[in-house]
């Protein structure tokens, strides 16, 4: 978990910087179930990312919620970089 909340950390920044809006999304009793990490606006574009580190992977709801944004027309990943956040960026651009 101390990796998954450095990688995170090293996203938010990354992603304010370079001018976007960013919601670190956190667990709780009042919180949909299966929301990625962090949902984000850039350049007018709804974006999420959910972060995994090592060998972990999506559950069924998170797979779920990540095809539902991209149906209605948001873009959702899986990332384990922030070089793979930069490629989804810069596929904005």
């Known amino acids: 978990m101390v990796q998954e909340k450095a990688l995170q950390s090293k996203i938010i920044k990354w992603l304010k910087d370079n001018g976007a809006f960013v919601v ?3 667990g709780g009793v ?3 179930v299966g929301i990625p990490d962090l949902v984000c606006c850039y350049k007018g574009r709804f974006i999420a990312f959910e972060l995994k580190v090592k060998n ?3 559950t069924k709801i998170q797979d779920f919620k990540i ?3 991209r149906k209605a027309g948001g873009i959702a990943e ?3 970089s922030l070089d793979e956040v ?3 960026i810069g596929g904005i651009d």
């Open 78 to 80: 899986v990332i384990r």
């Open 24 to 26: 670190k999304q956190h």
């Open 86 to 88: 930069k490629k989804v």
């Open 56 to 58: 972990n992977t999506t």
């Open 30 to 32: 009042y919180t949909e």
């Open 67 to 69: 095809d539902r944004i």
